[in-house]
């Protein structure tokens, strides 16, 4: 039995750091990205920082694509039907790109709107509208990309994103250094060349995507150009059947974290500024716990494949006790480094010793979200959907929305207000998903969904 469990360790890692290295790497970029903001001023911090919950917003609608896919995907691995997981990413290629055309326009047509909704203020308007409207333009680069990503994924070829996203990454930094200030011979656009950069970067790794899949025999993915096309509407209805709650989801959870972002602007530039440099460096904390989400969708979900139940559940007990390790890790160098990780960003001592605050009371909230994104990823694997949506409508429409509201507006108790109510909404998060994970229920959801499998 020991062996068993050692091998299964080694699967479980093997999937997982290359996703934990991809996502870690992407959000330390966004870090550097954000610092390269920074220097500029605290006003265009802010700037960047309203747009991030409307952008993500607009991305939504992909979460149904996306979770879909990588469910499919490893169900169809799982039961040893490569054809039909290759036919599955082709339909999911093609969809995404027309859904990114249309979120692409969107976000294009309704910028200035949309950054005066979130509460800029006049120092903010200008350089907010710029930025969302050239990111929204590449959306669709990135739309494309996250369905191949989710196929890749799902198929528990993790190292392969993890090379083209980090490489994107590194050449967005690059970007950022010559266009935000004008180096090597480039124009100087501040927060403007960070949007540029950005959306380059997607391009690019959108490219390198669909290098992957179409012109290279590189993952079990491979599609031959050659075939016909044609959409297949069972597939379809089979991908949002399962993605759609985590779609909803989405809704609810961006809109929720919009409308927490508009009540944190609010208290103004400074400490919205403050705010956006907690949760650019929180995504440290995500990250990990994202990718343990990730290895439990796709050994979850290739286990009920196979129809080993009790294999799913032994992955799925061994991959939230990783992630919640590696979270308290995490929540202690926050407590020790806090206020050293807020002056990477800003110059500005009050901004960074209110962003130091921040950072402690996100350190308690750290077994909360690791339970909470581990045990989704357990749920999503097994199809099993509708409870991280239950989860996001207790978790931050009261905690995030109201009871941020109240403890800001009402108690005038700031931004630490503010962030506590986000420690309450992800132990209200992570009691939902766990408990229904306790039940066992979820390792017969697929069973609701059984020809997934058949051609």
Aim: proline share 2%.
């Amino acid at each position: 039995m020991s062996k068993e469990l050692n091998a299964m360790r080694r699967e479980a890692i093997s999937i997982t750091w290359p996703a934990f290295v991809e996502l870690v790497m992407s959000t330390l970029f966004g870090m550097v990205d954000m610092i390269m903001v920074g220097k500029l001023s605290s006003a265009a911090i802010a700037a960047v920082g309203l747009t991030n919950q409307p952008f993500m917003l607009l991305l939504a609608i992909f979460s149904a694509v996306n979770v879909g896919t990588s469910t499919l995907v490893a169900w169809n691995i799982g039961a040893g039907n490569k054809e039909k997981a290759k036919f599955i990413t082709r339909q999911i290629v093609v969809m995404n790109a027309i859904l990114g055309i249309i979120m692409s326009t969107i976000g294009i047509v309704f910028s200035h709107q949309i950054v005066v909704f979130m509460g800029a203020e006049a120092d903010t308007i200008r350089d907010a509208t710029i930025y969302f409207q050239i990111v929204s333009a590449g959306l669709v680069f990135q739309a494309i990309n996250l369905g191949i990503t989710a196929a890749l994924r799902g198929a528990g070829e993790t190292k392969i994103p993890m090379f083209y996203n980090i490489g994107s990454n590194l050449l967005n930094v690059l970007g950022n250094y010559m266009l935000i200030y004008g180096k090597l011979g480039m124009p100087k656009m501040g927060v403007a060349g960070a949007a540029l950069s950005t959306t380059i970067s997607r391009w690019v790794a959108c490219f390198f995507g669909l290098g992957i899949i179409y012109f290279s025999n590189l993952s079990v993915i491979s599609i031959d150009l050659k075939d016909r096309f044609r959409f297949d509407t069972d597939i379809m209805k089979k991908v949002f059947s399962i993605g759609l709650p985590s779609a909803l989801e989405q809704f609810v959870l961006q809109s929720g974290l919009m409308l927490f972002a508009r009540t944190v602007s609010s208290l103004g530039t400074i400490k919205f500024a403050a705010h956006q440099i907690g949760l650019n460096i929180c995504g440290l904390t995500f990250s990990p716990s994202m990718a343990f989400g990730v290895a439990a969708t796709t050994l979850v979900g290739q286990s009920l494949g196979a129809k080993d139940e009790e294999k799913a559940k032994k992955y799925a007990d061994m991959i939230h006790h990783m992630a919640v390790l590696v979270a308290c890790i995490m929540g202690a160098v926050f407590i020790l480094f806090s206020y050293q990780l807020a002056c990477l960003y800003t110059d500005d001592a009050t901004v960074a010793a209110a962003a130091s605050i921040i950072l402690k009371i996100m350190a308690l909230a750290q077994p909360g979200q690791s339970t909470q994104l581990s045990v989704a990823g357990v749920l999503r694997g097994a199809g099993d959907t509708l409870y991280p949506l239950y989860a996001s409508i207790f978790g931050i429409w009261i905690f995030r929305v109201f009871v941020a509201y109240v403890f800001v507006s009402v108690f005038h108790w700031g931004l630490i207000g503010a962030w506590v109510a986000l420690v309450f909404d992800q132990y209200t998060r992570a009691a939902v998903v766990y408990f229904r994970y306790r039940s066992g229920k979820w390792k017969y959801a697929k069973i609701c969904t059984a020809d997934a499998v058949e051609m």
